[in-house]
């Protein structure tokens, strides 16, 4: 089952406007990772984070690897149409498994 | 390159059928995955290969579950006598070292 829990489940947000969305965990993971995914297709990377308290941006996303290793968010900057979808967290514990959220989904009103 | 490819993309089948999917991974990635998703689920983790060799098996994967890999390129996940249970979506990635995976678009199942 899912060990990571990512909050929050779902967001209704104006154009423009910023989002935020954060996991943590129980578990001390390397590596934390966003992916985004649309309706009928797989998830799609947007950052990757490799060292604890590690902030890395992707265009108008900035994603924080927390110092603790157990937790990390992700910030949505003056959100378009375009980024609705469902966010997921995901955190890679060994070199093998990685395990993922439940997912935040994004819903931006024009 | 055109990323991960799976197939088939929807598949609607009687409980009891034994089903296959099919995935081929991007040319130089050593590395093969299969999730499976439910709806508002993430995906969860099945199994993992290395080259040919299945190195990882989730707990999910029952016995009636089994992957392969031959020769280390496409990777193929059959389930035996369905259930409804088993209706979800089944994502395959691949990645060259274990970072930074890249997923297929899924093969969707329906067991009916």
């Known amino acids: 089952g899912q060990q990571l829990n990512q909050s929050p489940q779902s967001m209704f947000i104006q154009e423009g406007e910023d989002v935020s969305m954060n996991c943590t965990s129980s578990?001390?993971?390397?590596?934390w990772l966003w992916y985004k995914q649309d309706p009928g297709e797989g998830p799609v990377l947007l950052i990757a984070?490799?060292?604890?308290?590690e902030l890395t941006s992707n265009g108008r996303l900035t994603a924080q690897f927390g110092i603790t290793r157990k937790d990390s968010f992700l910030n949505i900057s003056a959100s378009i149409p375009s980024d609705v979808g469902i966010y997921f967290c995901a955190g890679q514990p060994d070199n093998n498994d990685m395990r993922f959220g439940a997912g935040t989904r994004l819903t931006v009103k024009p | 390159d055109t990323g991960v490819s799976q197939d088939p993309r929807h598949k609607i089948t009687k409980r009891g059928q034994n089903v296959t999917f099919r995935c081929d991974p991007i040319?130089?990635?050593?590395?093969l995955y299969w999730y499976r998703q439910t709806l508002g689920q993430g995906p969860e983790f099945l199994t993992y290969f290395q080259n040919e060799a299945q190195l990882e098996k989730s707990r999910l994967l029952s016995d009636r579950f089994s992957a392969e890999r031959p020769k280390g390129s496409f990777s193929t996940l059959e389930i035996q006598r369905t259930e409804q249970g088993d209706s979800a979506m089944y994502l395959c990635a691949s990645s060259l070292s274990f970072y930074g995976y890249t997923f297929g678009s899924g093969t969707r199942l329906t067991v009916v």
């Open positions: 984070l490799y060292k604890a308290g």
């Open positions: 040319s130089e990635h050593n590395r």
């Open positions: 578990s001390i993971f390397n590596t």
